[in-house]
């Protein structure tokens, strides 16, 4: 999930039970929103009705967020084709 230029949370390598929802372009039945608590990003997930209990959830990733790729991720790109 990108939050910004330079910052991407990646929940394969640490995250909670929301690593387990998924991506729906078409038909999202929630959707995040990039908030600061005490200084700290933070992502909440809002539902855009009732769900009921068992409701598999589904968001839009927004992996196009970034028009280009994150300054970082082409550097570490890079580095591994000169290795």
Do not use: M
Not at 23 to 30: F, G, K, L, V
Not at 46 to 70: I, N, R, V
Request: hydrophobic letters at 35%; aromatic letters at 12%.
């Amino acid at each position: 999930f990108n939050l910004n230029q330079d910052e991407v949370i990646d929940a394969a390598r640490k995250g909670n039970k929301i690593k387990f929802a998924n991506h729906s372009r078409d038909r999202p039945n929630c959707h995040p929103r990039v908030i600061s608590v005490s200084g700290d990003h933070h992502i909440a997930i809002y539902a855009k009705s009732d769900l009921k209990p068992g409701d598999e959830l589904f968001f839009d990733y927004k992996h196009d967020f970034c028009s280009t790729l994150p300054d970082w991720y082409v550097s570490k790109i890079n580095g591994f084709a000169s290795n």
